[in-house]
């Protein structure tokens, strides 16, 4: 099996399989009629859609690293992140205890219209029991999404009453959100965080950045920490923002595909104060186009770890049966030429290590093990500054990742669902108590204090599995208090909220802030 794999990667390899006049190459008709002999002669019995769908898996994979297929079934999923909306009951939710629990729903959303609450669990759709059926994510949104205008009934247990409510639920439009956070900093620094490139984002940056503007903005942090990518569209959207007209953004080209020029258009929303992105080695794709055009032109500083190193376009192509493909066209280049795209001539394999591989080099510790030849340094096109090429953004200020705090208990907490769970019960048996006593997140911030819950939270561990570990728990135990903060903030509030108590120890946002509260710093580089 594997011998033809590769045999049938080598025959595309050759050549296209479909000719320029729609007729079929003699590649092409060669790899046909392999396929035809492997279905009528192989030695055993052949789910012929499955091994199609591997061997087309693998085929991409041996061209470069982001070439992809995309099965039918996945694709909905993924398209409705990139749009921005999908059609359902508009709740955020867990699974706690066998049981969907409404962390709260989306503001606007058909379920908030008709009184669901944060804290009540869902015992029945349409007359079905999902409660105590070892329910899973992916079940629970088969049946609460559907087509916009559809009902569903849902039966919630409240528990602040004891009693079980029936709603009848409009499927409408919900919103897939790309902003996870926007916040004031302080008088002057408003901080913006964007997960993904979609089609919403651009007006979602541009409603944050008018309301922080509102409350005083001067100077912006945009972290782009975390983000793989989306439409290139969107990113020059972005990019247009803080640059003034006809300056280039990024270029494409390829083989089979001439150089496409993107450049700065309109007056942009952001084009006069201080600016800092935050990257890490998990940004990608349109966030290295923003960051790379930013780094370039001088306008802002960049700050954190060098950035994944995206820089291939894929051009979707649907395939007959509604799955689609995914294949890299062209590759994508900063304004003053540099490649983003990393390297990939040691295969798929070696490619997907690339992020343990800097871990284990300690290039995540120290920007000097990364090495940079000459023929990989550029000059930035106002101040003539020395910026790097070979793979990713290479950001002006280096921050170290911070393992100070980790340990194998804090790991596992986190990976096995541990936390989470704890923090959801925490909420969901004190809400009415915090909410009297938090009357809102600018008091709960000055006041709460975690410290009396972690007891709790270890015994809880301990029923779940996990043993106690002391000299672990006292060397994260300030990082858990931490985060359970963050995430009991979230629970009541907003993500935004998660976020503003997060960054206190997120060493890229403490160093981006002090670049814009000391502009020496700022100055130094531009």
Do not use: C
């Amino acid at each position: 099996m594997k011998y033809l794999r590769y045999t049938i990667i080598s025959i595309i390899l050759l050549g296209t399989a479909i000719g320029l006049q729609g007729q079929f190459s003699p590649e092409g008709l060669k790899l046909m009629e392999v396929m035809d002999k492997v279905s009528r002669y192989y030695v055993d019995s052949l789910n012929e859609g499955d091994f199609a769908e591997k061997t087309i898996i693998h085929m991409l994979h041996e061209l470069d690293p982001h070439s992809s297929y995309i099965s039918k079934e996945d694709l909905k999923e993924i398209n409705e992140q990139l749009n921005g909306e999908f059609d359902g009951i508009g709740v955020s939710f867990n699974i706690l205890n066998d049981t969907i629990f409404i962390v709260n729903p989306i503001q606007g959303g058909p379920s908030e219209r008709v009184g669901i609450l944060p804290g009540d669990r869902i015992i029945r759709v349409d007359g079905e029991v999902v409660a105590g059926i070892g329910i899973s994510t992916s079940g629970v949104q088969k049946r609460l999404k559907g087509e916009k205008g559809t009902r569903v009934n849902v039966t919630v247990f409240r528990k602040s009453t004891g009693k079980e409510i029936d709603f009848t639920i409009v499927r409408d439009k919900i919103p897939v959100y790309s902003l996870d956070a926007s916040y004031m900093i302080d008088d002057e620094i408003g901080y913006i965080k964007l997960s993904r490139f979609s089609q919403t984002t651009a007006s979602e940056f541009e409603k944050a950045l008018s309301d922080l503007e509102q409350q005083g903005l001067k100077h912006l942090i945009l972290d782009l920490s975390g983000n793989g990518g989306g439409y290139l569209r969107i990113a020059v959207d972005l990019a247009d923002h803080f640059l003034s007209s006809e300056k280039r953004i990024v270029y494409t080209e390829g083989d089979k595909v001439p150089r496409r020029e993107y450049t700065a258009t309109m007056r942009g929303d952001f084009e006069e104060g201080r600016l800092v992105v935050m990257i890490d080695e998990n940004s990608a794709s349109a966030s290295e186009i923003v960051s790379g055009a930013v780094q370039e032109w001088d306008r802002g500083v960049i700050v954190g770890r060098r950035s994944f190193g995206k820089g291939l376009v894929q051009q979707p192509f649907r395939l007959n049966d509604g799955s689609e493909m995914r294949l890299t066209i062209a590759r994508y280049y900063t304004p003053t030429g540099r490649l983003i795209q990393k390297p990939y001539q040691d295969g798929y394999e070696e490619y997907a290590m690339d992020i343990i591989n800097r871990y284990n080099s300690g290039e995540l510790n120290s920007s000097d093990s990364i090495y940079f030849p000459e023929s990989e340094k550029y000059k930035t096109l106002n101040k003539g500054r020395t910026v790097y090429g070979g793979g990713g953004i290479m950001p002006d200020y280096f921050v170290a990742i911070d393992t100070s705090s980790n340990s194998l208990y804090y790991r596992q907490l986190i990976n096995l669902g541990i936390f989470n769970q704890y923090v959801l019960r925490y909420v969901d048996e004190n809400r009415t108590e915090l909410e009297k006593k938090y009357r809102d997140f600018e008091v709960f911030k000055k006041k709460f204090d975690p410290s009396g819950e972690m007891e709790g939270l270890i015994s809880f561990a301990e029923q779940e599995g996990l043993t106690y570990n002391e000299e672990q728990w006292k060397r994260s135990r300030e990082r858990i208090e931490l985060l359970f903060t963050a995430y009991v903030a979230r629970d009541l509030w907003e993500n935004s909220n998660f976020y503003e108590i997060y960054n206190e120890s997120n060493p890229i946002f403490i160093k981006a802030r002090e670049i814009l509260e000391e502009p020496g710093f700022y100055v130094d580089k531009l």
